[in-house]
């Protein structure tokens, strides 16, 4: 079942979880006391919260997160993005390891677009991942390259984007390609209800793809065995939304559906802090 997010979802401080344990009193205490150990225990459980860790995908970089960060920081989340290298999977897979490595404690995991292919497989086997959230994004199967099958039906397929191929030489002396998507046609096919100046800055600050990178083949599939959840842009220019609804549906997701270009984190930044706190709630 889709759930359809109509108007603008209002984040306030995310709810308390009740803790079941009881304390026992000395028998000195007086009635109704409660000693300020088991009251900073008390506070303690209930105030824990998972690292929520946040992968852009292409055509994007860490910023794109600001207005998510803001919202969850607030809300007493620790957060880290990772730096997607945009390097095919084997890279972008490895780079968002070292970044969950290095975090003690239970994590909420986030990817958007490309970046949902990349988190597929960096949670795979990973015992601290809590949860999957997915914006907008490609999940790929095991196996599967990073685009996902072929054959997904979509009625009306977006046109292909516009984009600029760059060359480039490797570090080991190949020759290579970065593709940008086209600046002039950004805010139309990628962020169309983000305000024109911002998405002006998104163009120009946007991280290249290396041209075989959606091509390269998924080496897991965490949604198999971690709690999944999908919020699709039904506005979205870049990833048919078909294609999004396909890939939750099969991901067995909680999902759901939002009138929204593909930049879903910078024009519903509470919609997404939204999701990802239920992610958290749903999964203690």
Known sequence: ????????????????????????????????????????????AHEAKPTVVLVHGAFADSSSWAGVIKRLTHDGYPVRTVANPLRGLPTDVAATKDVLRSIDGPIVLVGHSYGGAVITSAAAGDPDVKALVYLAALVPDKGEPAAGPADIPVKNPLPPLPTVQVPTVNADGSQGTDIYLAQDQFRKRFAADVDPVTAAAMAVTQRPLAADTTGSVSTGAAWHNIPTYYLAAAKDQTIDPEKQLFFAKRANAHTEE????HAVMVSHPGAVTHLIEEADHNTH
């Open 258 to 261: 939002i009138n929204s270009s």
């Open 1 to 44: 079942m889709v759930r359809r997010i109509t108007g603008l979802v209002s984040v306030g401080a995310a709810a308390l979880v009740a803790v079941g344990a009881s304390f026992a009193l000395p028998a000195s205490a007086a009635p109704g006391a409660v000693s300020h150990t088991a009251t900073a225990a008390n506070t303690a």
